[in-house]
Every structure is written in structure tokens, then in C-alpha cells.
């Protein structure tokens, strides 16, 4: 019987849960950049094979260079696109493995920390910055949390971020997304996981006001109007 495994969307990345270990990889989406450039740069290529009689010995440098930079590094992004991650979690290994971000690719470890250092994780508010004079305003507001694992030092280290509207369905949705990433992380770590984010209150409901308006007619006595000719409805008749 297959394990389960349990894909947690997180910001640009996906937390993926297995028994024993956690990958924190790009999202799926990830790969459509990388096609792109391999495409462009199989297609520099051809044109170099189809056109070297047409275009000048300038030209065709300049395509093939383009094509020689562009191929391999989009080769290496497809492949860590597929099969690299951000953050490891390992079980066997004892350690959570922090991989280093080379031109974007994710290459090599960044900091290794075992287990016996890790001190808790942590549910964070996550400042998303004044966008205020930068151009045209969000047309919705956000709100962001970061999962951040705590060493025993005090070193705080991201594992992963959510954003959301701030709208109280899509609030409480990503922040359960954020919590739920932080809990799967310090089950699999054995340590506690804390949330320090501010937690949305529900509102409190306002008694409303009595609103003043026009006073009722006395009981007994139809509303007063007035006819076209002036004449007053409801009025005794002299």
C-alpha cells in the first residue's frame, strides 16, 4: 500500500508531507519559465542551421552565443524545477537542509541543522512593506505569514510563506494553510510549534441606534395628505 502524501500550497512553493520527510519544492508552474528558455534556445540553434547562408557572420555569433548561455541554464532550472526543493526535512538524516538559491536554481546547501538544534517552529506575520509612492495601490489588501523555523540560538530560518486577501474567507483559509505547514514540519521534528502572528477576532457586533424620523400618526387617524387642489386630506370639513 502506497503512503499518503499531502501537498500544502504555500507562496510560489508547495510543502509536500511524506512519512519520515518534507520537501519544500517550486510549484508546478515553476517549469513553464524554464520550457520557455530551452525552447528559445533550441530555436537560436535551428536558426543558425537554416539561416547561415542569409544572415551575416555577426548575426549568427550572436545567436549562437544567445543559445550556448541560454541552453544550459534553462536545462538546469527545468531539472531542479522538477526535481530540486527549497527546504529538505529528513527523518533518516536527523537535519533540515536549507538549499542555496544560485541565479534562482536552488544549488547546493545553505545551512544544515539537525534536529537537536532546532528550538520550535513558528507561525509569523509577515510584513509585505509600504507600497505607498511606488506606483498604483494594490486593489485589494494582504496579508502574509511566514513559517519560520527556530534554531536553538535564536537563528530564525523561512521555510515557506503565505499570502491572502484580506477577506475573512481567504484570511482564514491561508492562515490554516500556514499553520498547517508549521504543525506537519514539528510533528516530523518532535519540537512544539508556536504561533506568534496576530490572530483575526471576529467582530463584535455594534447595537444599533434608534433612527429619529417623522412621527406616526395617532391611532385611529389615516396618514394626512395633501389633493391636487391643495385641499388637505383627513381634515374635518367646516
Known amino acids: 500500500m502506497g503512503t499518503a502524501v499531502r501537498r500544502i500550497p504555500l507562496d510560489r512553493r508547495v510543502c509536500v508531507v511524506r512519512k519520515g520527510r518534507i520537501d519544500v519544492r517550486p510549484e508546478r508552474a515553476a517549469v513553464v519559465g524554464?520550457?520557455?528558455?530551452?525552447?528559445?534556445?533550441?530555436g537560436l540553434f535551428a536558426s543558425v542551421g537554416?539561416?547561415?547562408?542569409?544572415?551575416?557572420a555577426l548575426a549568427l555569433a550572436a545567436m549562437l552565443v544567445a543559445g550556448l548561455i541560454l541552453g544550459p541554464f534553462s536545462a538546469v532550472?527545468?531539472?531542479?524545477?522538477?526535481?530540486?526543493?527549497?527546504?529538505?526535512?529528513?527523518?533518516?538524516?536527523?537535519?533540515?537542509?536549507?538549499?542555496?538559491?544560485?541565479?534562482?536554481l536552488g544549488l547546493g546547501t545553505a545551512?544544515?541543522?539537525?534536529?537537536?538544534?532546532?528550538?520550535?517552529?513558528?507561525?509569523q506575520d509577515l510584513p509585505l512593506g509600504d507600497a505607498e509612492g511606488k506606483g498604483s495601490p494594490l486593489?485589494?489588501?494582504?496579508?502574509?505569514?511566514?513559517?519560520?523555523?527556530v534554531k536553538t540560538g535564536g537563528k530564525h530560518l523561512?521555510?515557506?510563506?503565505?499570502?491572502?486577501a484580506s477577506s475573512p474567507d481567504l484570511i482564514d483559509e491561508g492562515f490554516d494553510r500556514a499553520v498547517d505547514a508549521a504543525e506537519a514540519v514539528a510533528a516530523l521534528v518532535g519540537k512544539p510549534a508556536v504561533i506568534t502572528a496576530a490572530v483575526e477576532e471576529p467582530a463584535e457586533a455594534v447595537p444599533s441606534e434608534p433612527v429619529e424620523g417623522p412621527a406616526l400618526p395617532a391611532?385611529?387617524?389615516?396618514?394626512?395628505?395633501?389633493?391636487?387642489?391643495?385641499?388637505?386630506?383627513?381634515?374635518q370639513q367646516a
Open 158 to 164: 523561512s521555510i515557506g510563506q503565505v499570502i491572502a
Open 139 to 149: 486593489p485589494v489588501d494582504l496579508r502574509a505569514w511566514d513559517v519560520v523555523l
Open 34 to 42: 524554464p520550457l520557455v528558455g530551452l525552447a528559445t534556445s533550441l
Open 219 to 235: 391611532p385611529g387617524r389615516g396618514p394626512v395628505g395633501v389633493r391636487p387642489g391643495g385641499e388637505a386630506e383627513g381634515s
Open 77 to 104: 532550472a527545468l531539472l531542479y524545477s522538477l526535481l530540486g526543493a527549497n527546504v529538505v526535512i529528513d527523518v533518516k538524516k536527523q537535519s533540515a537542509a536549507f538549499q542555496q538559491g544560485v541565479l534562482g
Open 50 to 56: 537554416v539561416f547561415s547562408g542569409d544572415l551575416s
Open 111 to 123: 545551512e544544515l541543522v539537525p534536529f537537536s538544534e532546532i528550538d520550535r517552529l513558528e507561525v
